[in-house]
């Protein structure tokens, strides 16, 4: 097996426990991983840099943070990659959610947008820690087309899983070649630039760093992780991971809530050094 030179991890349902936070062990590892072998951590996540800086704090330690699936990449105020989505699209994709019965959500970099107050939105402040803006998602579409800015990404949620189906099918019926339609949850589908995904951010993080991608450790735990765990050298699904996820990694270790992270670390780049429990 090539020396693990980065490790990139998804966020829900695996750097983060059931609880919504990083285990102690978890974060140790990734500090040790860091701090003892100068190997980089990457947070590769569908969230926007908003809900993602607090996370690099907590853990104590520089991460390249990867948003919106690889829609923006940075490390260190360096931006590595960059891709939005189009006004035009989102026009299309607004009515077809909400036809739904699916609730649509906008972000750009550090906000995050609803039409009106709802209850995804304390579920969303909960994740992030601040409040988004609400309003008509039409009326701030004209608003970013005369600023000619463009967000990255927009969700639709529904806890009714049938209705969510229904979503994502239509959306699909919708047939725009520029856009990813991805289920990240079992209540999230996620709208992305089809220029982005988790596998892109492997190759462009391989190529930034000067390393094979055979040497980069990615850790998922969801279908939106695929891409991601098929690019990297060492592919690990954490022990709640789908069964499609675990069949794709070469590897499954214990779970979000058990950690998995710290455990997977401590194997294959320590060699079990540490006693992990």
């Known amino acids: 097996m090539s020396e693990i030179k980065l490790i990139c991890t998804d966020i829900d349902g695996t750097l983060l426990n059931s609880e919504k936070k990083i285990n102690i062990q978890d974060k140790i590892m990734l ?44 490390w260190q105020d360096k931006v590595i990659h960059d891709t939005k989505i189009d006004i035009n699209d989102l026009r299309k994709v607004i009515p077809v959610i909400e036809e739904n019965n699916s609730t649509p959500q906008i972000f750009d970099l550090y906000d995050y947008y609803f039409s009106k107050y709802n209850k995804w939105c304390p579920h969303q402040y909960a994740m992030c820690g601040f409040e988004g803006i609400i309003g008509d998602l039409n009326t701030q579409l004209d608003i970013w087309e005369k600023e000619n800015y463009s967000p990255y990404k927009m969700l639709a949620k529904n806890s009714n899983p049938e209705e969510l189906k229904k979503t994502k099918q239509a959306l699909l019926d919708l047939n725009l070649k520029s856009l990813t339609i991805v289920q990240s949850a079992d209540f999230i589908i996620e709208i992305i630039p089809s220029s982005a995904n988790k596998g892109n951010t492997i190759r462009l993080l391989a190529d930034y760093f000067n390393i094979k991608p055979d040497q980069v450790m990615a850790f998922g735990d969801y279908d939106n992780d695929k891409e991601m765990l098929m690019s990297a050298g060492l592919s690990i699904a954490m022990g709640n991971a789908t069964d499609k996820i675990k069949e794709i990694a070469k590897y499954t270790t214990d779970t979000n809530d058990n950690y998995g992270i710290a455990k997977a670390i401590n194997k294959f780049v320590f060699d079990d050094k540490y006693d992990i429990k």
């Open 31 to 74: 500090q040790r991983a860091w701090k003892e072998k100068n190997i980089p951590i990457a947070l590769v996540s569908g969230r926007f840099k908003g809900g993602l800086t607090f996370l690099s704090q907590e853990l104590e330690i520089p991460c390249v943070y990867s948003c919106f699936n690889g829609a923006y990449v940075e």
